[in-house]
Protein backbone atom coordinates (compact mmCIF):
# COMPACT_ATOMS: atom_id res chain seq x y z
CA UNK A 1 0.00 0.00 0.00
CA UNK A 2 1.21 3.42 -0.59
CA UNK A 3 0.63 5.03 3.36
CA UNK A 4 1.68 8.38 3.84
CA UNK A 5 2.34 9.46 7.71
CA UNK A 6 1.73 13.27 8.68
CA UNK A 7 3.23 15.88 11.00
CA UNK A 8 6.28 13.71 11.94
CA UNK A 9 7.95 17.08 12.72
CA UNK A 10 11.05 15.93 14.17
CA UNK A 11 11.62 12.90 11.32
CA UNK A 12 11.64 10.26 14.47
CA UNK A 13 9.62 7.47 12.69
CA UNK A 14 12.07 6.30 10.92
CA UNK A 15 14.70 5.72 13.50
CA UNK A 16 12.49 3.72 15.98
CA UNK A 17 12.64 0.24 16.04
CA UNK A 18 8.38 0.01 15.10
CA UNK A 19 9.09 1.58 11.83
CA UNK A 20 10.21 -1.83 10.54
CA UNK A 21 6.40 -3.12 10.38
CA UNK A 22 6.13 -0.89 7.22
CA UNK A 23 8.54 -2.43 5.15
CA UNK A 24 6.22 -4.03 2.81
CA UNK A 25 4.74 -0.55 1.77
CA UNK A 26 5.67 2.23 -0.01
CA UNK A 27 6.12 5.11 2.82
CA UNK A 28 5.70 8.76 2.28
CA UNK A 29 6.73 11.15 5.35
CA UNK A 30 5.62 14.57 5.71
CA UNK A 31 7.63 16.65 8.43
CA UNK A 32 5.91 19.83 8.39
CA UNK A 33 2.29 20.42 9.62
CA UNK A 34 -0.16 21.68 6.98
CA UNK A 35 -4.32 22.03 7.38
CA UNK A 36 -4.93 23.84 3.68
CA UNK A 37 -7.36 21.48 2.23
CA UNK A 38 -5.93 22.02 -0.92
CA UNK A 39 -2.40 21.63 0.06
CA UNK A 40 -3.14 18.20 1.95
CA UNK A 41 -5.35 17.33 -1.03
CA UNK A 42 -2.81 17.65 -3.65
CA UNK A 43 0.21 15.76 -1.27
CA UNK A 44 -2.61 12.74 -0.39
CA UNK A 45 -3.51 12.38 -4.17
CA UNK A 46 -1.58 8.76 -4.40
CA UNK A 47 -2.43 7.61 -0.99
CA UNK A 48 -4.32 4.45 0.16
CA UNK A 49 -3.35 4.43 3.42
CA UNK A 50 -3.09 7.72 6.01
CA UNK A 51 -1.40 7.50 9.32
CA UNK A 52 -2.32 10.27 11.82
CA UNK A 53 0.18 11.45 14.15
CA UNK A 54 -2.38 11.65 17.72
CA UNK A 55 -4.50 15.43 16.69
CA UNK A 56 -2.18 17.23 14.72
CA UNK A 57 -4.63 17.26 11.38
CA UNK A 58 -8.38 17.38 11.23
CA UNK A 59 -9.40 15.05 8.99
CA UNK A 60 -12.58 16.74 7.25
CA UNK A 61 -15.14 15.55 4.66
CA UNK A 62 -13.94 18.23 2.41
CA UNK A 63 -10.50 16.38 2.62
CA UNK A 64 -12.00 13.04 2.47
CA UNK A 65 -13.89 14.47 -0.73
CA UNK A 66 -10.94 15.30 -2.66
CA UNK A 67 -9.09 11.84 -2.00
CA UNK A 68 -10.46 8.77 -3.91
CA UNK A 69 -7.68 6.48 -3.56
CA UNK A 70 -7.58 6.53 0.34
CA UNK A 71 -9.16 3.53 1.99
CA UNK A 72 -7.65 3.65 5.31
CA UNK A 73 -6.49 5.78 8.09
CA UNK A 74 -4.70 4.42 10.96
CA UNK A 75 -3.90 6.30 14.66
CA UNK A 76 -4.16 5.65 18.12
CA UNK A 77 -6.57 6.76 20.75
CA UNK A 78 -9.38 9.08 20.82
CA UNK A 79 -10.06 10.65 17.33
CA UNK A 80 -12.74 14.09 17.39
CA UNK A 81 -10.03 15.88 15.13
CA UNK A 82 -11.74 12.84 12.29
CA UNK A 83 -15.29 13.10 10.91
CA UNK A 84 -15.57 9.56 10.94
CA UNK A 85 -19.38 9.93 9.06
CA UNK A 86 -17.42 11.43 6.06
CA UNK A 87 -14.73 8.41 6.31
CA UNK A 88 -17.57 6.08 6.11
CA UNK A 89 -19.62 8.30 3.22
CA UNK A 90 -16.03 8.09 1.06
CA UNK A 91 -15.56 4.19 2.17
CA UNK A 92 -12.23 4.82 4.41
CA UNK A 93 -12.12 3.12 7.38
CA UNK A 94 -10.88 4.23 10.41
CA UNK A 95 -8.89 2.21 12.64
CA UNK A 96 -7.64 3.11 16.03
CA UNK A 97 -6.45 1.18 19.38
CA UNK A 98 -8.15 2.86 22.17
CA UNK A 99 -5.27 1.03 24.33
CA UNK A 100 -7.98 1.33 27.43
CA UNK A 101 -5.66 -1.31 29.02
CA UNK A 102 -2.10 0.39 28.57
CA UNK A 103 -0.71 2.43 31.32
CA UNK A 104 0.68 6.02 29.70
CA UNK A 105 3.79 6.54 31.14
CA UNK A 106 4.77 9.17 29.58
CA UNK A 107 1.75 11.40 29.85
CA UNK A 108 1.45 10.25 33.59
CA UNK A 109 5.48 11.09 34.10
CA UNK A 110 5.10 14.77 32.54
CA UNK A 111 1.97 15.10 35.22
CA UNK A 112 4.23 14.86 37.73
CA UNK A 113 6.77 16.90 36.43
CA UNK A 114 4.57 19.90 36.56
CA UNK A 115 3.52 19.04 39.55
CA UNK A 116 7.20 19.36 40.89
CA UNK A 117 8.24 21.91 38.17
CA UNK A 118 5.21 24.18 40.15
CA UNK A 119 5.89 23.46 43.88
CA UNK A 120 9.58 24.26 43.70
CA UNK A 121 9.15 26.81 40.87
CA UNK A 122 11.50 25.54 39.04
CA UNK A 123 11.56 27.70 35.59
CA UNK A 124 10.73 30.62 37.80
CA UNK A 125 13.59 29.87 39.77
CA UNK A 126 15.89 29.18 36.71
CA UNK A 127 14.48 32.74 34.78
CA UNK A 128 15.89 34.73 38.50
CA UNK A 129 19.52 32.84 38.06
CA UNK A 130 19.66 33.31 34.70
CA UNK A 131 18.96 37.32 35.18
CA UNK A 132 21.86 37.07 37.68
CA UNK A 133 19.18 37.52 40.62
CA UNK A 134 19.65 34.30 42.45
CA UNK A 135 16.32 33.16 44.56
CA UNK A 136 13.14 34.22 43.66
CA UNK A 137 10.61 32.66 46.39
CA UNK A 138 9.99 29.85 48.45
CA UNK A 139 8.92 26.62 47.17
CA UNK A 140 6.76 23.77 48.74
CA UNK A 141 7.56 20.24 49.89
CA UNK A 142 4.90 17.56 48.31
CA UNK A 143 5.10 15.16 51.33
CA UNK A 144 1.87 15.38 52.97
CA UNK A 145 0.10 17.31 50.59
CA UNK A 146 -3.06 16.72 48.94
CA UNK A 147 -3.48 15.62 45.47
CA UNK A 148 -7.01 15.47 43.61
CA UNK A 149 -6.74 13.51 40.77
CA UNK A 150 -9.92 14.34 38.39
CA UNK A 151 -11.43 10.87 36.64
CA UNK A 152 -10.53 7.57 37.46
CA UNK A 153 -8.69 6.01 34.60
CA UNK A 154 -5.29 4.43 33.78
CA UNK A 155 -3.04 7.89 33.22
CA UNK A 156 -4.70 8.87 36.84
CA UNK A 157 -3.92 5.52 38.79
CA UNK A 158 -0.35 5.81 37.85
CA UNK A 159 0.10 9.61 38.72
CA UNK A 160 -1.28 8.29 42.06
CA UNK A 161 1.51 5.98 42.21
CA UNK A 162 4.07 8.76 42.14
CA UNK A 163 2.34 10.87 44.33
CA UNK A 164 2.52 7.69 47.17
CA UNK A 165 5.90 7.46 46.67
CA UNK A 166 6.71 11.38 47.52
CA UNK A 167 4.52 10.77 50.38
CA UNK A 168 1.25 13.07 48.70
CA UNK A 169 -2.40 12.26 50.31
CA UNK A 170 -4.66 11.35 47.23
CA UNK A 171 -8.16 12.11 46.80
CA UNK A 172 -10.36 11.31 44.17
CA UNK A 173 -13.35 13.13 41.90
CA UNK A 174 -14.51 12.58 38.09
CA UNK A 175 -18.25 11.21 36.75
CA UNK A 176 -20.66 9.18 39.07
CA UNK A 177 -18.90 6.19 37.40
CA UNK A 178 -15.36 7.01 38.29
CA UNK A 179 -16.54 7.39 41.91
CA UNK A 180 -17.77 4.37 42.06
CA UNK A 181 -14.99 2.46 41.05
CA UNK A 182 -12.16 4.71 43.03
CA UNK A 183 -14.44 3.59 46.04
CA UNK A 184 -15.29 0.14 45.25
CA UNK A 185 -11.55 0.03 44.85
CA UNK A 186 -10.94 1.70 48.38
CA UNK A 187 -9.96 5.22 47.53
CA UNK A 188 -10.02 8.06 49.11
CA UNK A 189 -12.89 9.61 47.03
CA UNK A 190 -14.34 13.85 48.18
CA UNK A 191 -17.09 14.15 49.73
CA UNK A 192 -18.47 16.36 47.50
CA UNK A 193 -16.87 18.97 44.47
CA UNK A 194 -17.00 21.91 46.53
CA UNK A 195 -14.27 19.77 48.84
CA UNK A 196 -12.71 17.91 46.07
CA UNK A 197 -11.53 21.14 44.90
CA UNK A 198 -10.92 23.44 47.61
CA UNK A 199 -8.89 21.18 49.85
CA UNK A 200 -6.49 20.26 47.08
CA UNK A 201 -2.98 21.29 46.96
CA UNK A 202 -2.50 20.24 43.65
CA UNK A 203 -5.47 19.20 41.04
CA UNK A 204 -4.75 16.83 38.12
CA UNK A 205 -7.15 16.56 35.32
CA UNK A 206 -7.25 13.26 33.15
CA UNK A 207 -10.13 12.94 31.83
CA UNK A 208 -11.12 12.14 27.81
CA UNK A 209 -12.42 15.03 25.82
CA UNK A 210 -16.20 13.41 24.54
CA UNK A 211 -18.93 15.26 23.87
CA UNK A 212 -20.45 14.81 27.45
CA UNK A 213 -17.30 15.58 29.08
CA UNK A 214 -16.67 18.82 27.37
CA UNK A 215 -16.66 21.88 29.56
CA UNK A 216 -17.08 19.49 32.70
CA UNK A 217 -14.59 22.28 34.58
CA UNK A 218 -15.95 25.30 35.25
CA UNK A 219 -14.61 29.07 36.67
CA UNK A 220 -15.96 27.91 39.90
CA UNK A 221 -14.31 24.75 40.52
CA UNK A 222 -11.22 26.52 39.90
CA UNK A 223 -11.48 29.81 41.78
CA UNK A 224 -12.55 27.15 44.63
CA UNK A 225 -9.26 25.95 44.94
CA UNK A 226 -6.46 28.02 47.88
CA UNK A 227 -4.27 30.80 46.66
CA UNK A 228 -1.00 28.46 47.01
CA UNK A 229 -3.00 25.16 45.00
CA UNK A 230 -2.04 24.32 41.15
CA UNK A 231 -3.99 23.17 38.49
CA UNK A 232 -2.84 20.59 36.12
CA UNK A 233 -4.11 20.00 32.81
CA UNK A 234 -2.03 17.33 30.15
CA UNK A 235 -5.76 16.08 29.09
CA UNK A 236 -7.44 18.15 26.58
CA UNK A 237 -8.07 22.15 26.39
CA UNK A 238 -11.71 21.41 25.83
CA UNK A 239 -12.64 19.83 29.35
CA UNK A 240 -12.74 23.71 30.72
CA UNK A 241 -14.83 26.14 29.82
CA UNK A 242 -13.69 28.88 27.78
CA UNK A 243 -11.99 32.07 29.73
CA UNK A 244 -12.11 29.91 33.13
CA UNK A 245 -8.61 29.96 33.44
CA UNK A 246 -8.10 33.61 32.82
CA UNK A 247 -10.94 34.34 35.58
CA UNK A 248 -8.49 31.87 37.60
CA UNK A 249 -5.63 34.08 36.78
CA UNK A 250 -7.55 37.19 37.60
CA UNK A 251 -8.50 35.84 41.33
CA UNK A 252 -5.64 34.47 42.26
CA UNK A 253 -7.31 31.21 42.88
CA UNK A 254 -5.58 28.60 42.71
CA UNK A 255 -2.28 30.81 42.63
CA UNK A 256 -0.66 28.31 39.62
CA UNK A 257 -1.34 26.55 36.40
CA UNK A 258 0.47 23.35 34.83
CA UNK A 259 -0.44 23.22 30.89
CA UNK A 260 0.38 20.90 28.40
CA UNK A 261 -2.91 21.33 26.21
CA UNK A 262 -4.44 24.20 24.48
CA UNK A 263 -7.19 25.62 22.72
CA UNK A 264 -5.66 26.31 19.90
CA UNK A 265 -3.12 23.95 18.94
CA UNK A 266 -0.04 24.16 17.78
CA UNK A 267 0.34 27.32 19.98
CA UNK A 268 2.92 29.60 18.38
CA UNK A 269 1.52 33.11 19.46
CA UNK A 270 4.68 34.26 21.62
CA UNK A 271 2.32 36.97 23.50
CA UNK A 272 0.01 34.36 24.41
CA UNK A 273 -1.48 35.66 27.76
CA UNK A 274 -1.91 32.81 29.15
CA UNK A 275 1.74 31.35 28.30
CA UNK A 276 3.13 34.21 29.50
CA UNK A 277 1.83 34.93 32.90
CA UNK A 278 4.12 34.57 35.68
CA UNK A 279 1.82 32.03 37.81
CA UNK A 280 1.34 29.57 34.61
CA UNK A 281 3.99 26.49 33.77
CA UNK A 282 3.67 25.52 29.81
CA UNK A 283 4.57 22.89 27.94
CA UNK A 284 3.86 22.44 24.21
CA UNK A 285 1.48 19.02 24.28
CA UNK A 286 4.45 16.81 25.53
CA UNK A 287 2.51 14.10 27.58
CA UNK A 288 2.90 11.71 24.74
CA UNK A 289 5.93 13.01 23.10
CA UNK A 290 8.79 10.42 23.65
CA UNK A 291 10.70 7.91 21.89
CA UNK A 292 9.49 4.65 24.33
CA UNK A 293 5.77 5.98 24.00
CA UNK A 294 6.12 6.77 20.09
CA UNK A 295 7.49 2.99 19.43
CA UNK A 296 4.51 1.94 21.41
CA UNK A 297 1.62 3.84 20.14
CA UNK A 298 2.93 3.65 16.18
CA UNK A 299 3.63 -0.06 16.57
CA UNK A 300 -0.13 -0.20 17.27
CA UNK A 301 -0.79 2.15 14.10
CA UNK A 302 1.28 0.02 11.72
CA UNK A 303 -0.27 -3.65 13.15
CA UNK A 304 -3.78 -2.02 11.84
CA UNK A 305 -2.22 -1.25 8.51
CA UNK A 306 -0.76 -4.62 8.04
CA UNK A 307 -4.23 -6.26 9.53
CA UNK A 308 -5.89 -4.19 6.83
CA UNK A 309 -3.72 -5.17 3.95
CA UNK A 310 -4.07 -8.93 4.94
CA UNK A 311 -7.31 -8.47 4.55
CA UNK A 312 -8.24 -9.04 8.41
CA UNK A 313 -8.66 -5.38 9.70
CA UNK A 314 -8.62 -4.72 13.67
CA UNK A 315 -9.61 -1.52 15.82
CA UNK A 316 -12.43 -0.54 13.38
CA UNK A 317 -14.25 2.80 14.11
CA UNK A 318 -16.55 2.29 11.45
CA UNK A 319 -16.77 -1.00 10.50
CA UNK A 320 -19.78 -0.76 8.09
CA UNK A 321 -17.46 0.42 5.81
CA UNK A 322 -15.66 -3.18 5.45
CA UNK A 323 -19.01 -4.82 5.85
CA UNK A 324 -19.60 -3.11 3.01
CA UNK A 325 -17.25 -5.02 0.91
Given amino acids: MKIHILDDWFDTLRSLPS ?11 WNDHVQDTAQLAE ?8 VLFRERTQITGELLAALPKLRLISQRSVYPHVD ?13 NMHSDTP ?8 FALILASARQI ?16 GQ ?5 VLGLYGYGRIARQVAKYAQAFGMKTVWWGSEAGRARAKSDGKNVASSRADFFGN ?10 KPETKNIISADDLTGMKPSATFVNTSRSGLIVAGALGQALTAGRPGRLALDVFDVEPMTDANDVIVNHPSVIATPHIGYVTEDEL ?31
Fill in 43 to 50: RLQDAEGL
Fill in 19 to 29: FAALANHEITV
Fill in 200 to 209: SDFVSLHVRL
Fill in 141 to 145: TLSGR
Fill in 295 to 325: DLQFSDIYAQINAYAEGKPIHMANPEVWDAK
Fill in 104 to 111: SIAASELT
Fill in 84 to 96: VTACTEQNVLLSS
Fill in 123 to 138: PQQMNSLKAGHWQMGV
